[in-house]
C-alpha cells in the first residue's frame, strides 16, 4: 500500500540514518519499526498515582460555616 506520512526533521534523519546503517530502503526500515512498535502492544509501564504535597497551613483565620461571620469578616475588610 501506498500513503503519505508527515514525519518531523529529526524523525526523518533518524529513519533515513538507521536505513543507511542497516543498508535496506526507508520503507522497509520503516516497516519494522512500525512493526515492532505496534506488536509491542503498547508496553509502556503505567505511571504510578499522583501524590501531591501536602502542607499543614495552620488554623483556619475563617469559619466558612458561619455564612453570618464571615460576611462580617468581608464587611469590615472594605
Do not use: C
Not at 516497516?31 to 503498547?42: H, V
Not at 460555616?65 to 469578616?73: E, F, H, M
Amino acid at each position: 500500500m501506498r500513503t503519505t506520512l508527515n514525519l518531523d526533521d529529526d524523525v526523518a534523519a533518524q529513519l533515513a540514518a538507521l536505513a543507511q546503517r542497516r543498508g535496506i530502503s526507508l520503507s522497509r526500515t520503516a516497516n519494522d519499526l512500525m512493526r515492532a512498535g505496534l506488536s509491542s502492544g503498547g508496553g509502556h509501564r503505567p505511571l504510578p498515582p499522583y501524590d501531591p504535597p501536602t502542607f499543614d497551613t495552620g488554623a483556619p483565620l475563617l469559619d466558612v460555616t458561619d455564612i453570618a461571620g464571615a460576611l462580617d469578616v468581608f464587611d469590615r475588610r472594605r
